[in-house]
C-alpha cells in the first residue's frame, strides 16, 4: 500500500518559549470549579492535577477527569513525572467507594482510572485497583471503564488481578524508547511493558499504551517502538509532546513539530493500530472516551 507520508521539519529547539502549537489557556470555567471542589470534598486526587496536564481545562470543563488511587505518593523517581514520590501512606479502603461515589455524581459515560506505583507491597496495590474497577460497576452500570495501570514490576499475577476485574480498556504506558529507560524510567524495564500489555491480551482486553516524545528519542527509535507494541497486538496509541514540569524533572530536547506527530499516525494505522492519537497536546487519557 502506497502511503503519503507528511514532511518531516526540524524540530523546534527546546530553549526560549514553547512553540505556539503548545499554548493553551489556564484552567478555569464554572464546570472546572466545579469538579475540582468537588474532588476535594471526597479527598479524591488526579492525575489531571497531580502531573499538570496541559488539557485539563479542557477535559474538566466537558466533565470527564482521570482518577489517581493507591494515594497519591509514589515509589518510583520517573525523571519526567510531576506526581510526588516518597514513602506513600497505608492504603485506604474507602478509596473504591468514594471513586465510584464521583463516577456517579459526574454521571459519566467513561471513567478512566490510574494510580501510583505502589512496589512496597506485595500485591503492588492491586487489590485496590480490582476494588475500584467493581465499585464503578456497581455504582454506574452503563459507564465504561479504562485502567491506565502500573507494570507491577512483572508480576503477571497481579496483572490478572485487575484483569478480571473487567475493565473495557487496559492501558499501561510504554513512555519512551528502550535506550532511553534508565534515564526516564530508572526503576522501570521496557520488557516489563511489552510483557505486560501481552498478557492483558491474552486475558482479552482491549489494550492500550503511550509515548512521549522530545526526550531525546530519533524517528527510527519511534518507530521500532511502534512495531514492538504491533507484535504484542496493541490496539491504542497515544503519542504526545513531553514538557517539563519542574526545573528539577528531565530537559525538553526538542520541541516536536506537528508534522512528525502526523507521520506517527499515518504510520501507525498502516501497521494496524486500530486508533492513534498523535500531536503535541495528546496525553494518556485525551479523548479517552472515544477509544473504547
Given at each position: 500500500?502506497?502511503?503519503?507520508?507528511?514532511v518531516?521539519t526540524?524540530?523546534?529547539?527546546?530553549?526560549?518559549?514553547?512553540?505556539?502549537?503548545l499554548?493553551?489557556?489556564?484552567?478555569?470555567g464554572?464546570?472546572y470549579?466545579r469538579?475540582?471542589?468537588?474532588?476535594?470534598?471526597?479527598?479524591?486526587?488526579?492525575v489531571?492535577?497531580?502531573?499538570?496536564?496541559?488539557?485539563i481545562?479542557?477535559?474538566?470543563?466537558a466533565?470527564?477527569?482521570?482518577?489517581?488511587?493507591?494515594?497519591?505518593?509514589c515509589t518510583?523517581?520517573?525523571?519526567?513525572?510531576a506526581?510526588k514520590?516518597?514513602?506513600?501512606l497505608?492504603?485506604?479502603w474507602?478509596?473504591?467507594?468514594?471513586?465510584?461515589d464521583?463516577v456517579?455524581?459526574?454521571?459519566?459515560?467513561h471513567?478512566?482510572?490510574?494510580?501510583?506505583?505502589?512496589?512496597?507491597l506485595?500485591?503492588?496495590?492491586?487489590?485496590?485497583?480490582?476494588e475500584?474497577?467493581?465499585?464503578?460497576?456497581?455504582a454506574?452500570?452503563?459507564t465504561?471503564?479504562?485502567v491506565?495501570i502500573?507494570d507491577?514490576?512483572?508480576n503477571?499475577e497481579?496483572?490478572?488481578r485487575?484483569?478480571d476485574?473487567?475493565?473495557?480498556?487496559?492501558?499501561h504506558?510504554?513512555?519512551?524508547?528502550p535506550?532511553?529507560y534508565?534515564?526516564?524510567?530508572p526503576?522501570g524495564?521496557?520488557?516489563w511493558?511489552l510483557?505486560?500489555?501481552?498478557e492483558a491480551?491474552a486475558?482479552?482486553?482491549?489494550?492500550k499504551?503511550g509515548?512521549?516524545?522530545?526526550?531525546?528519542?530519533?524517528?527510527?527509535?519511534?518507530m521500532?517502538?511502534?512495531?514492538?507494541?504491533?507484535s504484542v497486538?496493541?490496539d491504542?496509541?497515544?503519542l504526545?509532546?513531553y514538557?517539563q514540569?519542574?526545573k528539577?524533572?528531565l530537559?525538553?530536547?526538542r520541541?516536536v513539530?506537528?508534522?512528525e506527530?502526523?507521520r506517527?499516525e499515518?504510520e501507525?494505522?498502516?501497521?494496524g493500530?486500530?486508533?492513534?492519537?498523535?500531536?503535541?497536546?495528546?496525553?494518556?487519557?485525551y479523548h479517552?472516551?472515544?477509544?473504547?
Open positions: 500500500m502506497n502511503i503519503e507520508l507528511p518531516l526540524h524540530a523546534e529547539p527546546a530553549s526560549g518559549r514553547r512553540p505556539g502549537w499554548k493553551v489557556r489556564a484552567p478555569g464554572d464546570e470549579t469538579i475540582k471542589a468537588m474532588m476535594r470534598s471526597k479527598a479524591l486526587h488526579t489531571c492535577e497531580e502531573a499538570r496536564c496541559p488539557n481545562s479542557e477535559c474538566w470543563s466533565g470527564t477527569a482521570t482518577f489517581m488511587i493507591n494515594g497519591d505518593t518510583r523517581s520517573c525523571g519526567f513525572c506526581v514520590t516518597g514513602k506513600p497505608p492504603l485506604d474507602d478509596e473504591p467507594r468514594r471513586v465510584a464521583a456517579q455524581s459526574m454521571r459519566l459515560k471513567a478512566v482510572i490510574t494510580s501510583v506505583n505502589r512496589d512496597e506485595k500485591d503492588g496495590g492491586s487489590e485496590i485497583w480490582a475500584t474497577i467493581r465499585a464503578v460497576r456497581q454506574s452500570p452503563d465504561t471503564v479504562e491506565l502500573p507491577f514490576k512483572g503477571l497481579n496483572l490478572r485487575v484483569c476485574a473487567k475493565p473495557d480498556i487496559l492501558n504506558n510504554t513512555e519512551t524508547v535506550r532511553l534508565k534515564r526516564v524510567r526503576q524495564r521496557y520488557h511493558t510483557d505486560t500489555l501481552r491480551k486475558l482479552g482486553m482491549r489494550t499504551t509515548i512521549m516524545l522530545g526526550l531525546g528519542e530519533t524517528v527510527d527509535e519511534v521500532d517502538v511502534l512495531k514492538d507494541l504491533r497486538d496493541v491504542v496509541v497515544t504526545g509532546q514538557l514540569p519542574t528539577n524533572h530537559p525538553v530536547d520541541f513539530h506537528p508534522n506527530f502526523k506517527y499515518v501507525g494505522l498502516a501497521m493500530f486500530a486508533v492513534v492519537e498523535s500531536g503535541p497536546l495528546v496525553r494518556s487519557s479517552a472516551e472515544r477509544h473504547v
